[in-house]
């Protein structure tokens, strides 16, 4: 079976021209190569650059070089030795390229979320936000509702929870399926 190969068994049968050999190895290597990449670029850089990207890029060079003899590996350590070094090369000249030409992002001045976030809603803005709201909120029971309209009109929760005879928790829960609603809501307009 192919899942039960060793890394030089499917080398071996990839330099033979067996494509389904080398898509072997990716799936191996690929997501622990992955989360190396994105650990290594960190929040910082992972805005710019893709860790797909890098694995893609990183795999390339290792099936190029070792096609062309100029890599040599002997056993399973190897290929992952060979497989990281290279992935952390790839990130090493990622994170250089990005960092050239005042592509740094620690001295990027234009921030699309802080500009939006930092000026006031229009009141056609907050017009449709409270349409959107006032939508969302019909899905819950009366009793939710108002503790949504109290929320919104700057109660805290102990001061709902009291009015409405109920415990904070009770509060937390009904805001938090509040919250996931207009979540699943924003991803459905992104998608």
């Not at 990839?14 to 650990?39: K, M, N, P, V």
């Not at 100029?70 to 952390?88: G, H, K, M, N, P």
């Amino acid at each position: 079976m192919a899942g039960d190969e060793s890394p030089e068994a499917l080398l071996a049968r990839w330099r033979h021209g067996d494509q389904e050999a080398a898509t072997q190895l990716y799936i191996r290597f690929a997501r622990r190569l992955w989360f190396l990449a994105s650990r290594h670029l960190g929040e910082r850089w992972r805005r710019r650059v893709d860790p797909d990207d890098i694995l893609q890029s990183a795999f390339r060079t290792f099936f190029r070089r070792t096609r062309e003899g100029q890599y040599e590996v002997s056993d399973a350590a190897a290929v992952a030795y060979l497989l990281v070094r290279i992935t952390l090369h790839k990130v090493a000249k990622a994170v250089e390229r990005e960092g050239m030409q005042k592509r740094d992002p620690g001295r990027e001045t234009y921030d699309e979320e802080a500009r939006l976030a930092s000026r006031a809603p229009t009141p056609e803005e907050e017009a449709a936000l409270a349409d959107e709201v006032q939508c969302l909120s019909q899905r819950f029971p009366e009793r939710d509702r108002q503790i949504l309209a109290m929320h919104f009109e700057g109660g805290s929760n102990r001061a709902i929870a009291s009015r409405m005879g109920i415990s904070e928790a009770t509060v937390r829960r009904v805001l938090e399926r509040f919250r996931q609603l207009v979540e699943e809501r924003l991803g459905q307009e992104e998608g």
